[in-house]
């Protein structure tokens, strides 16, 4: 069956003329209202204060000896006008732009694992995406340094200079293509550069395409916009490439932003160059049409394959907001530092955007990406050492899931993650457990049989798949293997009922 694209519509708040919900469209609570007040709302500034509907029957016994005549008149008349008062509801609706947003799956297993480990359950955390390796010691140590001498205040908005230029002689030595400070913009992570991205470019209604497998945060950022995620699936078969037809297919005049992820977060897959080119064949033929690369993975990548920029093919530097960062590759999570490179149009766009909401990065993690910077071309031996043992555990889990009958596997050529079909298993029944019917529940079904943490497919758009992440050490990665296959082989078939 030919693949076709989701348009996933986000649906206002509105209603109909009979005060019920428009059919179709989403309807969100009433601001509720203090009943019986017989003022206007604004003569109440605090409308988040309540009133006890009676004082204690002993109030004027108390506090007679104390009060004066007068005083205790007006306390009494107090008491009477207060106990006519209802308790005032406090208006807890949220934005329907909110509520459109779901949370993300990842974070939220990640927190449930580590909860568990923190109960003294021995959890194997397979689930974030994040190295186990220490930031490499030059960096950290630049770091430290920045503290030492001061350098703890404010920086620019967009980044020190010092920063933004080092970024510029790499994408030029590295990735071969050309910017100048003022078309780099340096944030808070990556993630925060994507979404500044999205807001700046995207109005309501406007259509960001995401090729599926995605990372969970793409569609929800859209939502953020005000604008509508269509997926375009991929196959397993096609090491989850999008394929250039259905793309074409699918782009109207709405189509505003394609974001394509090489190497990939779930699938690890990496889009060789001769693809790419042919979307940007596609892309050219389309004014509106913009393109985000999110490049994070660029450096945790295999031989053969090798990484191309989006923004270094033909006709595409100025339809291209290039986003990287240092989290995965200098194994720098925690000090979220991620950037923007693009035409100054849209870089000065997002850094509007940065500036009236969390202003500019820590000052001590920009000193330390400089010297990560400094390492060498693609991070020079620290990183290929990285890279290295990614793959060894690579291997071994393909190996590994391959001798796991019913598994199908693409073979991922960068970042950390393997991204499995185990829908074959679907339908199977786990004694104690019940029906596995679905990424989700088999997730939670190894969760608490194997006591492994992996993340569903259907958080990336693929229900078929799961995700399981290699950044652990390889004796971790073993006994996960272990426990996993135990735990998948004890699967039966589900009990017919007559």
């Given amino acids: 069956m030919a693949a076709t694209p989701l348009r996933v519509q986000v649906g206002g708040g509105t209603s109909g003329g009979n005060g019920g919900p428009t059919k179709g469209v989403a309807s969100h609570p009433q601001p509720l209202r203090p009943p019986g007040l017989g003022v206007s709302s604004d003569s109440y500034p605090f409308r988040s204060i309540s009133f006890p509907s009676r004082f204690p029957d002993d109030f004027s016994q108390r506090y007679s000896d104390d009060c004066k005549p007068g005083l205790l008149t007006i306390a009494r008349a107090s008491m009477t006008s207060l106990s006519s008062v209802e308790k005032i509801e406090i208006d807890v609706t949220l934005s329907p732009r909110v509520n459109s947003v779901k949370p993300s799956k990842t974070v939220a297993i990640t927190d449930q694992a580590t909860a568990l480990v923190q109960a003294g359950v021995p959890v194997i955390r397979l689930a974030a995406g994040e190295p186990d390796f220490d930031t490499p010691a030059e960096i950290a140590e630049a770091g430290v340094k920045a503290i030492r001498e001061g350098f703890t205040r404010y920086t620019p908005n967009a980044g020190t200079l010092e920063l933004r230029t080092a970024i510029c002689h790499k994408l030029k030595e590295e990735n071969g293509v050309s910017y100048t400070p003022d078309q780099v913009l340096v944030s808070n992570g990556a993630k925060q550069s994507i979404i500044q991205a999205v807001l700046a470019v995207c109005s309501p209604g406007d259509e960001v395409i995401i090729p599926a497998p995605y990372w969970v945060s793409y569609p929800e950022m859209a939502r953020l916009a005000d604008a509508t995620p269509v997926i375009l699936p991929t196959l397993i078969s096609e ?78 530097w100025e339809r291209t907001l290039t986003v990287n960062g240092f989290s995965k590759a200098f194994a720098m999570t925690g000090w979220r530092l991620g950037y923007l490179a693009g035409p100054k149009h849209f870089v000065a766009a997002c850094g509007k955007i940065q500036s009236q909401t969390t202003s500019g990065a820590s000052s001590i993690s920009q000193k330390a990406a400089v010297a990560a910077l400094g390492l060498g071309y693609a991070g020079g031996e620290a990183v290929s050492m990285m890279v290295k043992a990614f793959k060894e555990r690579r291997d071994y889990l393909v190996q590994g899931f391959r ?22 298993y679907y339908g199977l029944e786990a004694e104690g457990f019940g029906i596995i019917d679905g990424s989700e529940s088999l997730c939670r079904y190894l969760l608490d049989k194997a006591q492994v943490a992996l993340v569903p497919g259907e958080a990336f758009g693929d229900d078929g798949c799961i995700r399981i992440s290699y950044a652990e050490s390889l004796d971790t990665l073993k006994e996960a293997m272990e426990r996993i296959r135990n735990a998948i082989v004890s699967l039966k078939p589900a009990a017919v009922t007559v």
């Fill in 239 to 316: 090491n989850f490439l999008l394929d250039p037809k259905l793309l074409e297919s699918t782009l109207t005049e709405k189509s505003r932003l394609l974001i394509l992820c090489s190497p990939s977060n779930p699938t690890g897959s990496v889009y060789p160059r001769k693809l790419l080119e042919e979307i940007a064949e596609i892309v050219a033929k389309h004014p509106r049409l913009l393109v985000l690369s999110d490049e994070i993975y660029e450096h945790i990548i295999y031989a053969p394959a090798t990484h191309t920029s989006f923004s270094s093919l033909p006709g595409m």
């Fill in 403 to 424: 001798e796991l009958e019913g598994v199908k596997i693409s073979e991922p050529q960068g970042a950390f993650y393997l991204f499995l079909d185990f829908s074959s």
